[in-house]
């Protein structure tokens, strides 16, 4: 039996680390292995404990979510990975948190099903936003037209892997494009690490960002 992805709750309020708890503890293969009221604990909670995932606030004493992300992200990176719950899904949390080094956004409104699918999802390497934030995400990069910078980075890619990028702009995970691709899972991680070397990313959630911003998908309008 594989070993439980082990989790590092961070969050300022005692009843909200309580309620994740028993959320994903109601599962065999998760386990909690600590909680921190702050973002210095959660840095240094990550730094005893070694976690596959941990739960971030954003908003709390000492060391903000956004700094405690960046701090982890920089002492190892890929793991752990972070995924950050919050109320407010307001811009600049969303790109501060993606470029500190963030795999997921999620609100605190979250279904718990949706969470446990979250924390596993994440783990297994696959970038998670909330979809009003999607939408928001979109939004914000859709530009006429991509800076030459980005134009460049995106000829260095392969007809694969430029699909591969588009897909993940999409929101789709590496089991859902390689169905759309007809490849194994693991030619997808493939062609995924191959690109995010090629364009100098740290994961998904940044490869998401860089897929709008330089054009890659173009963004829906919003309806009147």
Do not use: C, W
């Not at 982890?72 to 793991?79: D, E, F, K, L, P």
């Not at 609100?107 to 928001?136: C, F, M, N, W, Y």
């Not at 390689?178 to 070397?197: I, N, P, Y």
């Not at 998908?217 to 309806?223: D, K, L």
Request: proline share 4%; aromatic share 4%.
């Amino acid at each position: 039996m594989a070993a439980a992805l082990k989790i590092v709750i961070a969050d300022d309020q005692a009843l909200v680390r309580a309620g994740f708890r028993m959320i994903l503890e109601s599962q065999p293969d998760l386990e909690v292995v600590a909680e921190a009221a702050n973002g210095e604990e959660a840095v240094a909670a990550t730094r005893r404990h070694r976690p596959d995932v941990v739960l971030m606030d954003v908003r709390m004493p000492r060391l903000n979510g956004i700094e405690a992300t960046r701090r982890i992200a920089a002492a190892a990176a890929g793991t752990p990975k972070v995924l950050i719950l919050t109320t407010f899904d307001l811009d600049e949390y969303v790109f501060e948190a993606i470029r500190a080094g963030a795999d997921g956004f999620l609100l605190k409104d979250v279904k718990p099903e949706h969470l446990i699918a979250a924390v596993r999802q994440v783990s297994d390497g696959d970038a998670l936003l909330a979809p009003s934030i999607t939408r928001r995400l979109i939004e914000r990069f859709a530009r006429p037209a991509p800076a030459a910078a980005n134009v460049t980075l995106l000829a260095s890619l392969t007809a694969r892997e430029l699909e591969v990028l588009g897909l993940m702009a999409r929101g789709l995970t590496n089991a859902e494009i390689a169905s759309e691709l007809h490849l194994s899972e693991s030619t997808v991680k493939t062609h995924a690490a191959r690109l995010f070397s090629k364009l100098d990313l740290r994961d998904r959630a940044q490869a998401v960002v860089f897929a709008y911003e330089a054009g890659v998908v173009a963004a829906r309008q919003p309806s009147p």
